[in-house]
Nanobody, 122 residues
Framework: QVHMEESGGGLVQAGGSLRLSCAAS????????MGWFRQAPGKEREFVAA????????YYADSLKGRFTISRDNTKNTVYLRMNRLQPEDTAVYYC???????????????WGQGTQVTVSS
């Protein structure tokens, strides 16, 4: 049974930073791309970032480029999202997901975590 668990969310003041982690278990994710999405109350789930298995390709939502950094450690089956200069509009539940290939559409991803709440206060 596949299990993906996010951690690292919490409450942070505007301008602060957080690092999210997502540990995957239950199967091998060799060759799988990993992604982060977020969903704010009343809004659709949106793409944040993705990284290929080999880590040589990364993708970001245009609005987040420069503030967020995705990385992964394949020896630990873990993907990270470093978020800097956080703003109240970054408040959302953040989800990690795994896909056979990197992409921006949630429908491309086969496996999902339960999400971790990030709240940015002004």
């Amino acid at each position: 049974q596949v299990h993906m668990e996010e951690s690292g969310g919490g409450l942070v003041q505007a301008g602060g930073s957080l690092r999210l982690s997502c540990a995957a278990s239950g199967r091998t994710f060799n060759g799988y791309a990993m992604g982060w999405f977020r969903q704010a109350p009343g809004k659709e789930r949106e793409f944040v970032a993705a990284i290929s298995w080999s880590t040589d390709s990364t993708y970001y939502a245009d609005s987040l480029k420069g503030r967020f950094t995705i990385s992964r450690d394949n020896t630990k089956n873990t993907v990270y999202l470093r978020m800097n200069r956080l703003q109240p509009e970054d408040t959302a539940v953040y989800y990690c997901a795994a896909s056979p290939s990197p992409g921006r559409l949630p429908s491309l991803y086969d496996y999902w975590g339960q999400g971790t709440q990030v709240t940015v206060s002004s």
